[in-house]
C-alpha cells in the first residue's frame, strides 16, 4: 500500500480523541512511507491528519473542487493541491490515486464517500482495503446496521467483510496491509 484516502470531517467534533486520532494517522502513514490522498482542506479533522503526515515527513496530496478553495480552506502546505470542478470528480481522484480507504469521524460527505467506495468494492469495480478507524466508538451505531443488514440479508458474509474496522491505528493499518479482495 503505497497511498491511503482518508475520508473524515472538516470539523473537529466534540471529543479532542478525534482530532488526536486523525494527527496520529497522519504521523503513522509518514513513518509508514504511506502517502495521504484526502480532501485536501486545512481545517476541522482533515487538516489534522493533512499536518500529521506534513509534520512527520510524508507526503500529503489534497484534491479539493474549486469551490470550497475559494472559500480559503484548501491547505497552503501540501506537497500538492489539485483542484477539481465537482465533488464526483473529487472522488473519482481520490480512488485513482490510492491503493487503500480510511474513514475517519464526519458527516453525511464523509458517509457517502465511504459508502461509494464500499459499493464500488462490493460490484468489484475497486479491489482496495476499506476501513473504518473507530475512534472512541464513533462507528459503533453504523457497525451495528451493518451487522444487521447482513443478519436481514440485505448485504452477504463476503460483502460485509470487505469493511475493515479497528479501534488502533496499528491494527486498521495492518489489516489493510493483509487484505485480499478474494477472501
Known amino acids: 500500500m503505497k497511498s491511503v484516502s482518508v475520508f473524515c470531517g472538516s470539523s473537529l467534533g466534540t471529543d479532542k480523541i478525534f482530532e488526536e486520532q486523525a494527527f496520529q494517522l497522519g504521523a503513522a502513514l509518514a513513518k509508514q512511507k504511506i502517502e495521504l490522498v484526502y480532501g485536501g482542506a486545512s481545517i476541522g479533522l482533515m487538516g489534522a ?57 464526519g458527516g453525511f460527505g464523509t458517509m457517502e464517500e465511504l459508502f461509494e467506495m464500499l ?47 479497528d479501534e488502533n491505528i496499528e491494527g486498521l493499518l495492518e489489516q489493510m496491509h493483509n487484505f485480499s479482495p478474494n477472501s
Request: proline content about 3%; overall charge neutral; some cysteine.
Open 119 to 165: 459499493t464500488w468494492a462490493q460490484l468489484q469495480i475497486v479491489k482496495k482495503p476499506i476501513g473504518i478507524l473507530n475512534t472512541n466508538g464513533f462507528y459503533n451505531d453504523l457497525i451495528g446496521l451493518i451487522t444487521n443488514m447482513n443478519a436481514k440479508n440485505f448485504l452477504s458474509d463476503a460483502n460485509q467483510a470487505l469493511l475493515l474496522v
Open 49 to 105: 491528519v493533512a499536518n500529521g503526515v506534513l509534520e512527520n515527513g510524508g507526503k500529503a496530496f489534497g484534491v479539493i473542487p474549486s469551490f470550497l478553495n475559494k472559500r480559503e480552506i484548501g491547505h497552503k502546505n501540501l506537497t500538492e493541491l489539485i483542484v477539481v470542478e465537482t465533488m464526483h470528480e473529487r472522488k473519482l481522484k481520490m480512488s485513482e490515486m490510492c491503493d487503500g480507504v480510511i474513514a475517519l469521524p
